[in-house]
């Protein structure tokens, strides 16, 4: 009995796959097609749930840089020569609670966040959303080279069989 083992490496599934005498090339070619064409769609599968993962990571980001943003339209106090927003006590409990590092400061009873700390996180964040940005624009090229891998693969099976089908016309026309 004749045995063959087929390495393919950009499908695990059929890495391993063996065949014994007695199964078409015909027969093989399509397996292995087919599992080329499930591969490259679970990859897309995955890569476009990553996609929208980071789809709401970004819209997170553009949500908390708008909440900060707003708190300089606020007008300015100066908090011993460094300007500073007031902040209402729930104000300041949320920033307390969403973000702790922003260390609000306390003068006369009030908690004022004050401004250059605000505007470095402000910047953070957005360095963050352009780091997602990056991402994002990578997993899209990602995404359209195995979508162009994909086409290719269901291009050559649909012309491996085509090419046989073409064959056994030719052979019943002979025969005949």
Same mark, same amino acid.
């Given at each position: ?5 087929? $390495? ?17 090339? %015909? ?21 476009? &749930? ?9 819209? $997170? ?13 606020? !007008? ?5 020569? %460094? ?33 250059? &700390?605000? !505007? ?16 994002? !624009? ?11 891998? &994909? ?12 090419? &046989? ?8 026309? $002979?025969?005949?």
């Amino acid at each position: 009995m004749l045995s063959y083992q087929l $390495n393919i490496h950009d499908s695990p599934s059929i890495r391993a796959l063996k065949i014994s005498e007695g199964v078409s090339e %015909t027969s093989l070619e399509q397996t292995i097609g087919l599992s080329l064409i499930s591969e490259y769609n679970t990859q897309l599968l995955n890569m476009s &749930r990553g996609l929208q993962q980071n789809l709401d990571q970004k819209r $997170n980001a553009q949500t908390e840089i708008k909440y900060l943003a707003s708190f300089i339209l606020k !007008e300015p106090t100066d908090l011993n020569g %460094t300007q500073g927003f007031l902040l209402t006590p729930e104000e300041a409990t949320n920033l307390q609670n969403k973000y702790p590092q922003l260390n609000l400061t306390q003068k006369d009873g009030q908690t004022y966040i004050e401004k250059p &700390r605000l !505007e470095a996180f402000i910047e953070s964040k957005k360095q963050d959303l352009a780091a997602l940005n990056t991402d994002s !624009e990578m997993a899209s090229l990602q995404i359209q080279t195995v979508v162009d891998q &994909r086409k290719q693969a269901i291009t050559l099976l649909s012309n491996l069989i085509a090419s &046989r089908d073409e064959t056994i016309m030719n052979i019943v026309r $002979n025969i005949k």
